[in-house]
């Protein structure tokens, strides 16, 4: 079992950055493919990113690619994604989620079996 922790999350202003975390305990964290979601109030919950358990290969929503960038440190347990030249639609609660999926399917919600707490993202204009 996988327990997920975000951090990182703040108010900025249009154009500005931040860099979430998402810390994992259990030593299987290895095994997990990572992936980063985000839901607006109001709105269901969407795919950000994914990187896959054992490579660089990671995958981005059109909506953030070139912006956003995925990493991973499996030594650290730790995945992050930096957040630059962020858009008042980028304001959301941002969530890590871990399990094992098929590249078709990375950016379903149902692919995942762990997800952490969430940590909120507000981008002003």
């Known amino acids: 079992q996988v327990q997920l922790v975000e951090s990182g999350g703040g108010l900025v202003q249009a154009g500005g950055s931040l860099r979430l975390s998402c810390a994992a305990s259990?030593?299987?964290?290895?095994?997990?493919?990572m992936g980063w979601f985000r839901q607006a109030p109001g709105k269901e919950r969407e795919y950000v990113a994914a990187?896959?358990?054992?490579?660089?290969?990671?995958w981005y929503a059109d909506s953030v690619k070139g912006r956003f960038t995925f990493s991973r440190d499996n030594a650290k347990n730790t995945v992050w994604l930096q957040m630059d030249s962020l858009k008042p639609e980028d304001t959301a609660v941002y969530y890590c989620?871990?399990?094992?999926?098929?590249?078709?399917?990375?950016?379903?919600?149902?692919?995942?079996?762990?997800w952490g707490q969430g940590t909120q993202v507000t981008v002003s204009s």
């Open positions: 990187r896959r358990r054992s490579s660089d290969l990671t």
């Open positions: 989620a871990a399990g094992v999926v098929g590249d078709r399917d990375a950016y379903r919600t149902t692919s995942y079996d762990y």
């Open positions: 259990g030593r299987t964290f290895s095994m997990y493919d």
